[in-house]
């Protein structure tokens, strides 16, 4: 399921119409990114050479191609996520645009350093491009990380939090251990394959670099496979893959408690609304503030904070009118 072969012609060959539950991937930075150590302080003695680039000037037909090709082997109701610098962020949008695919988010990842500049802001960054294929419901794995009634020390809910677009994730530091020349953090990659994908899946990276994303999601229970031209890279890692363990991920993260608002979403009925506003008048007497009186309610009827919360002030509003018509 691996290849050492270029993306677009080996998909082509290799990968049938509407077969992959999801698809991650980085591509070439198309900023000589086989010489940023000159312009970097780093050091490349670990990095694994052969780095393959695309020449800024065939960036746009490159990625009008092989996003071509991704669109083509998605499932209806499938995932990509495609992660990408600001300097060919252009090109990427414009070859989505081309697609039939549906954009659902545009993501920033922001991470735990920048590339040092005097003379501008410094860029520390990425942007991630969520799109879907049409034609089935997408998965999306709502409750991945939080329950709906889980909260921070300030009472903010976990679960929106984590959903926000904006990421703060560190990049990982491998010093001294052999490494490719941009890889993605592990739990970056967990957050988007399990809110986007299910045991079992298929998950493919046209760029598979360190294999980042395809150990990732055997380590969670998924299945992998890509592309990935620099054969220095690929003799490595494939050897590098066969040491993890399907599954062995997932003891990494915790379960998740049970959600409690199990009818959040669901229609109600005039019993539940006058059931409602009874529990809310007995509260309100036992001098309860509002807040608290709504996240009782909120609990015991199953509903969302704010779906409570309109139930009584339309009652308020309502028993307003009529006193102001009385008058």
């Not at 080996?10 to 999801?22: I, Q």
């Amino acid at each position: 399921m691996f290849y050492n072969e270029n993306c677009i012609s080996a998909a082509k060959k290799y990968l049938k119409n509407n077969s992959v539950d999801l698809i991650i991937t980085d591509p070439p930075y198309g900023i000589d990114g086989d010489k940023l150590h000159k312009h970097y302080n780093r050091n490349e003695n670990n990095v694994i050479d052969g780095y393959v680039e695309v020449p800024n000037k065939e960036y746009k037909n490159f990625s009008i191609e092989w996003i071509k090709e991704a669109e083509r082997v998605l499932k209806p109701g499938a995932s990509i996520y495609i992660v990408s610098g600001y300097t060919q962020l252009r090109h990427i949008l414009n070859a989505l645009s081309m697609t039939k695919l549906h954009e659902k988010n545009h993501i920033i990842w922001k991470y735990n350093f920048g590339v040092y500049t005097s003379k501008k802001f410094i860029s520390s960054h990425y942007h991630i491009l969520y799109y879907v294929k049409a034609g089935l419901k997408p998965t999306f794995n709502t409750y991945s990380f939080y329950s709906d009634n889980e909260k921070n020390d300030s009472g903010g809910s976990l679960n929106y939090l984590d959903r926000e677009d904006v990421w703060l994730i560190n990049k990982e530091y491998k010093r001294g251990k052999i490494k490719n020349k941009n890889e993605l953090p592990k739990f970056l990659l967990s957050k988007m394959i399990l809110y986007s994908s299910n045991p079992g899946d298929l998950v493919c990276d046209f760029f598979l670099g360190s294999f980042s994303t395809a150990k990732v999601a055997i380590g969670l229970n998924r299945k992998a496979c890509g592309f990935e031209l620099n054969k220095n890279a690929f003799d490595y890692q494939k050897e590098q893959i066969k040491l993890i363990s399907a599954g062995e991920l997932l003891k990494k993260f915790r379960d998740v408690p049970p959600n409690k608002f199990i009818n959040k979403g669901k229609p109600m009925k005039e019993k539940e609304i006058k059931s409602i506003l009874e529990d809310y008048s007995k509260l309100k007497k036992n001098k309860f503030i509002k807040k608290i009186i709504i996240d009782k309610l909120s609990e015991k009827y199953g509903r969302g904070y704010w779906s409570i919360s309109k139930i009584i002030n339309n009652n308020n509003n309502k028993n307003k009118n009529i006193n102001l018509f009385e008058q």
